[in-house]
């Protein structure tokens, strides 16, 4: 098709991959200081495993939905680090022309919309689309915990198992909702809730990328082969706060988290060369990233060209 989707099958690239979602966004909040990015941002830092382990396992032209902490599943799907930051710059070189800024995005079959919720019947919607051309794609949605607060998740859950719809609903449960404990926010069983539409769950705590990709195989697998839709529910952390500073959580929680980051887990499974090598390359990726879309227009206030 023209674009380059990194085929990620062995270590150093599954490594790759979150080093790039990592200092992307360690960038990014370097970045707002400077006033030259627009609107707000919120981090995947510390939840890499989760996007990487997942889009090392679909098909190029499944379809994605993500939701406003987007950027890593971007990067990880393939996205172009140079496209994403021109848009968080506002810039027209950007991947919506500037004008969807870090929520609202868009690149070949990847989707993005910062309602929490909002976005669940619309991938329920694309894959009764899916279906009914017989494609063979399967459609992906991200949702965090908060999001089990929204009805309309349960709705689409309702049409997706009735009608066997080719979609996989991924929970990230980075156990907060902004600045809510997920203690103080979801009752009961996660699980259940998806089990109570007959939807199978895949659920894992952990931050290591090779067992995430393999749970997502599995998940990935049951959808393709036309029993339905399935669930992911992957038990993580997030490592920074909310947005840019709303973080209520104190610094001995925060060192206690660090102790599961999955760049620490997946790198002891490759030598410090490597890792060296690793970094090298992506902060010459990030950095022409950034200047090259520094360097780029604003669009016009007219039509989006
Ligand atoms: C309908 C709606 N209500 C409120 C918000 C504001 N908001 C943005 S993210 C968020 C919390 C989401 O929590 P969760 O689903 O756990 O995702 P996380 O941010 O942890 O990735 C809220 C309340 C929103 N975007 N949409
Ligand atoms: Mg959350």
């Known amino acids: 098709m023209g674009y380059n989707i990194p085929v990620m099958e062995d ?23 400077t006033g030259k990015l627009v609107g707000t941002t919120h981090t995947y ?15 190029a032209e499944d379809v994605v939905f993500s939701n406003h902490r987007c950027h890593g599943h971007f990067l990880a799907y393939g996205g172009d680090a140079y496209l994403l930051a021109a848009e968080l710059m506002g810039r027209k070189t950007g991947l ?14 990847f989707y993005t919309n910062g309602i929490q919720g909002g976005i669940v019947p619309v991938a329920t919607g694309m894959a009764l689309a899916e279906k009914a051309h017989n494609t063979g794609k399967v459609v992906l949605v991200f949702t965090g915990d908060g999001t089990l607060g929204e009805g309309v998740l349960y709705e689409s859950l309702n ?6 719809l080719p979609i996989l609903v991924v929970l990230e449960n980075n156990r907060y909702a902004q600045t809510t404990p997920v203690e103080k926010g979801v ?33 990935i697998s049951a959808v393709r082969s036309g029993a339905g839709p399935a669930s992911m529910i992957l038990h993580t952390y997030r490592f920074s706060a909310h947005s840019k500073g709303d973080d209520p959580r104190t610094p001995k929680e925060l060192a206690r988290i660090r102790r599961f980051d999955p760049l620490t887990v997946h790198g002891m499974r490759l030598t410090d060369p490597e890792c060296t090598k690793a970094e090298s390359e ?10 090259r879309a520094d360097a780029d227009p604003f669009p016009s206030l007219g039509v989006i060209h």
Request: charge should be negative.
């Open 282 to 291: 992506i902060k010459a990726i990030i950095d022409e990233a950034f200047s």
């Open 11 to 33: 270590n150093l690239t599954l490594y790759r991959s979150m080093l790039l979602i990592r200092r992307f966004e360690e960038r990014l909040l370097v970045e707002f200081s």
């Open 159 to 164: 049409i997706a198992a009735l009608w066997k």
């Open 96 to 109: 919506v022309g500037g004008r969807g800024g870090s929520q609202h995005i868009h690149w070949r079959n």
């Open 187 to 219: 009752a009961g069983s996660m699980a259940a809730r998806f089990e109570a539409f007959g939807i199978p769950v895949w659920e894992r705590d952990t931050t290591d990328v090779l067992e995430i990709r393999s749970t997502a195989r599995e998940a």
């Open 45 to 59: 830092i510390g939840q890499e495993a989760d996007a990487t382990g997942i889009f090392s396992v679909t098909d």
